[in-house]
């Protein structure tokens, strides 16, 4: 598909299909249907290339070579024009107006090195421009079609019969030299680069959209560890069903969602959940397909499986939600749906009334050729890429990566930015906030026996505490015996004394007293979003330990710059709600909304669009993906994972959150940019037609005007460099 009106064409003809109701979505380049069965999809495939397309069933999983071919069939017809054009358009210029440089045959050899472009490198075009006319319709392709064909017809039939012109240029250039109307191959070989140029943007912009389904797919385990008969065996994941028990050795990812029925264990849920603390299980407890089993081995019951898991739901949501996407560049092809077929007329009535009024054959053609050149949307199809070209590689410099049109539509329109808080207001690392000695201890002494025992242990809260008292210059004691206690902490012996480090069931496991006053700023840490690990010696509890996510610096500047753009600021977490309401007032956002689960995110962000809000979603984690595709505007912080950054239109690289409202502000500034240089094109274009159909533009100087419009409007785009963030 080349345009928006080629998805309508290809819609309208699959809903003409009996019991059948279909979508096709331009940017991904998909068509769901409902009411077909799926043995059927060969009849749906005939209908597409019946209208003139190609089609296949999805394969889930796969890319598809057939896109990528095409990106790369583009790039290379790109590379052949851009070469030919440059030399090209140089040489025919100075020598149809400057006959003292010329050289028998002159014209020929330009003629010559047009071919390769014109009809090579153009062959997207005049093979939808052919398409079109079979079926009775026009587009974009169909006029730059024909204006390639044109100028490049002209050029041949004028060398062939060697006429002259004797009635001179418009605008004061008087009798041009012999020879000098003849030749317009600059202009058919400046059309085909500068759109084959926008073409290939799209192409590679939209192949970026499609891939989050495949990376979903990646997060799934192939193979699992079935237990049938009490024999434990590898099957493929597509083999497991509903009831099945399966093992889960540390460190592998937990195949579908399932009940722990033997065994306990910390899970790293952080890519489910954003939580980053891992999330201590044992017998009876639920846990999701493609988190992590870090510690402890478990047997799981399996309760969902295939398309029914978390994870399966979350890739759905997340296609749905992106073929609800739209390109800034549908109104352009709306517009050009009118307006192709008003300049093929214009142009063919142009020609008739130059021949009733006695002009002659040379004359007419000559002014229908001007109306077709001067209307070729030449600008129109450099408006978009050009100022999308200069705002992404602006955006490169700045650590903003837009991934495309879809971003700087959204941008325009947005008035809530929904912030995640694990990975993108947080660092998503733990950090030892503060340290209690209980009974008479020292924090320090504290810090040091608990340092000694999760010296090796490769837990989140483990490395916090090692890394406070490294960062204390503290002498941490060797400790023998250490050894995990799933779900519990940890302990081993320091200076011959026992020591446990853990939760309050731990120390109510062992005897170990933990005094009221204790217990309460327990639960006062746990109100405040924080977690408290105790610490025990001999028997005795001599401390605490508080870790909490850290708050990156830039999060209070960054959301108080949002809020000057008028934006309102959300804060969206899995978290408990008193944890989100003490960041959230940290960071001064408008509002707080807690204890949300991974597949009710995407659900959060339709809630607010459907009170009339228009959402930007900033987001890092796999959770998220979902979130990041349902908003208007999905921006993933670098730091995230893959199938975050696929989901979203923007990727955030620079590790200051002041990017935020850099990259809303620099999308802004682009979308306005293709707006005037459509605004421009569109009125040019309108303007110049009724002095080509006059014969007041010969063919040179349409050509020579055209390529005036497409100077203003690079012109105008090249202005986003001077973005500056922070304005």
């Not at 440059?86 to 002159?106: E, H, S, T």
């Not at 749905?320 to 009118?338: E, F, H, I, S, Y």
């Not at 320091?494 to 731990?506: K, S």
């Amino acid at each position: 598909m080349t345009c928006a009106a080629c998805a309508n064409r290809i819609e309208k003809k699959l809903n003409k299909m009996p019991g059948v109701r279909a979508t096709v979505n331009y940017a991904t380049e998909r068509a769901v249907i409902l009411g077909l069965p799926p043995e059927k999809a060969t009849d749906a495939v005939g209908v597409v290339e019946a209208a003139g397309y190609g089609g296949a069933p999805v394969v889930e999983g796969e890319e598809g070579q057939g896109y990528a071919d095409r990106v790369k069939m583009l790039r290379n017809r790109l590379i052949v024009a851009a070469l030919l054009t440059v030399p090209l358009g140089d040489v025919a210029i100075v020598l149809a107006l400057a006959p003292q440089m010329r050289f028998p045959g002159w014209q020929w050899v330009l003629l010559v090195a047009a071919l390769p472009v014109v009809f090579w490198s153009a062959w997207p075009f005049h093979k939808a421009a052919w398409r079109n006319l079979r079926h009775g319709s026009t587009s974009m392709d169909t006029l730059v079609s024909l204006g390639i064909l044109a100028a490049f017809t002209w050029s041949l039939v004028s060398t062939i019969l060697g006429a002259e012109d004797t009635t001179g240029y418009w605008l004061g250039y008087g009798i041009a030299p012999a020879g000098a109307d003849s030749l317009y191959l600059e202009v058919a070989a400046a059309v085909t680069t500068f759109l084959l140029g926008g073409r290939y943007m799209e192409a590679r912009s939209k192949k970026s959209a499609r891939s989050v389904l495949s990376a979903l797919g990646r997060l799934a385990p192939s193979s699992v560890r079935v237990i049938r008969g009490g024999v434990e065996s590898i099957i493929p994941i597509a083999e497991l069903r509903v009831g099945d028990r399966f093992g889960v050795r540390p460190g592998e990812r937990i195949a579908t969602d399932g009940t722990v029925v033997l065994g306990s264990s910390a899970i790293d849920t952080s890519m489910m959940t954003g939580e980053p603390v891992p999330r201590e299980v044992t017998e009876g407890d639920a846990v999701l397909g493609g988190t992590i089993n870090t510690n402890g081995a478990l047997i799981v019951t399996a309760d969902r499986v295939g398309a029914h898991t978390q994870l399966a739901q979350m890739a759905a949501t997340a296609e749905q939600a992106q073929a609800r996407k739209a390109a800034v560049q549908t109104m352009v092809d709306k517009v050009v749906g009118w307006f192709v077929p008003v300049v093929l007329v214009i142009a063919a009535v142009t020609l008739v009334v130059w021949l009733l009024i006695g002009g002659g054959p040379r004359a007419a053609f000559s002014a229908a050729l001007s109306v077709l050149i001067i209307a070729c949307p030449c600008a129109l199809g450099l408006a978009t890429p050009t100022a999308l070209m200069v705002g992404v590689g602006r955006g490169g410099q700045l650590g903003i990566l837009i991934k495309g049109p879809d971003a700087l539509e959204a941008s325009g329109v947005i008035d809530t930015v929904v912030l995640d808080k694990t990975g993108t207001l947080t660092t998503g690392e733990m950090a030892v906030e503060v340290v209690h000695g209980h009974g008479g201890h020292s924090a320090e002494s504290v810090l040091e026996r608990a340092a000694a025992v999760e010296h090796h242990s490769e837990h989140p809260i483990a490395r916090a505490v090692v890394a406070r008292a490294s960062e204390e210059g503290l002498v941490v004691p060797d400790a023998a015996g250490v050894r995990a206690l799933p779900g519990l902490g940890a302990e081993g012996e320091v200076a011959g004394a026992i020591v446990l480090v853990g939760n309050p069931a731990l120390f109510r496991e062992r005897g170990v007293p933990v005094p009221e006053s204790v217990e309460r700023g327990l639960e006062e840490s746990a109100a405040a979003g924080r977690t408290a690990v105790l610490v025990g010696v001999a028997g005795e509890l001599v401390g605490s330990i508080e870790v909490t996510d850290s708050l990156k610096e830039s999060a209070a500047p960054a959301v108080a710059r949002l809020k000057e753009m008028g934006l309102r600021t959300v804060l969206l977490t899995g978290d408990r709600r008193a944890a989100g309401e003490t960041i959230g007032a940290q960071v001064g956002v408008d509002e707080v909304i807690a204890e949300v689960l991974p597949t009710d995110k995407s659900a959060v962000i339709e809630r607010l669009q459907s009170e009339g809000r228009r959402v930007a979603m900033v987001g890092d984690g796999i959770n998220d993906a979902a979130a990041l595709a349902s908003a208007n505007l999905g921006l993933a912080v670098v730091s995230g994972t893959d199938v975050a950054m696929k989901s979203a239109d923007i990727i955030l690289v620079r590790r200051d959150l002041n990017v935020i409202p850099d990259a809303i502000a620099l999308a802004r500034r682009t979308l306005r940019t293709i707006k005037g240089n459509l605004v421009w094109a569109f009125g040019y274009n309108i303007a110049a037609i009724p002095l080509a159909a006059l014969g007041l533009l010969n063919p040179l100087i349409a050509g020579f005007a055209m390529s005036l419009s497409s100077v203003f409007v690079v012109s105008n785009s090249t202005r986003l460099r001077r973005f500056t963030p922070g304005r």
